[in-house]
Nanobody, 116 residues
Framework: QVQLVESGGGLVQPGGSLRLSCVAS????????MGWYRQAPGRERELVAR????????SYADSVKDRFTISTDNAKNTLYLQMNSLKPEDTAVYYC?????????WGRGTQVSVSS
């Protein structure tokens, strides 16, 4: 099983930046994909960005393209999400996800609030 712990959320003004971190531990060998999802109040959880560990390819939701960047530091077993030009509609709980042999693991989430 993979354990995931997110950090880096907080309150930021519109136009500001935050960097989320997700530290993975446990059975991290053979993780196929990792990603960031978010869930706003009253809405379903949605994919924000994904990173394929096999190809190092990335993909993003249209709403965050050119503003968010997903990356990894393998030495630290850490997944990052750099978020720039934040908007109020980015307000949500952000969750880290890992897929290993078809099984999903989730972190507990970190709150991101964008407000003036």
């Amino acid at each position: 099983q993979v354990q995931l712990v997110e950090s880096g959320g907080g309150l930021v003004q519109p136009g500001g930046s935050l960097r989320l971190s997700c530290v993975a531990s446990g059975n991290i060998v053979s993780i196929d994909d990792m990603g960031w999802y978010r869930q706003a109040p009253g809405r379903e959880r949605e994919l924000v960005a994904r990173f394929s560990t096999g190809t190092s390819s990335t993909s993003y939701a249209d709403s965050v393209k050119d503003r968010f960047t997903i990356s990894t530091d393998n030495a630290k077993n850490t997944l990052y999400l750099q978020m720039n030009s934040l908007k109020p509609e980015d307000t949500a709980v952000y969750y880290c996800n890992a897929v290993r042999f078809g099984i999903n693991s989730w972190g507990r989430g970190t709150q991101v609030s964008v407000s003036s």
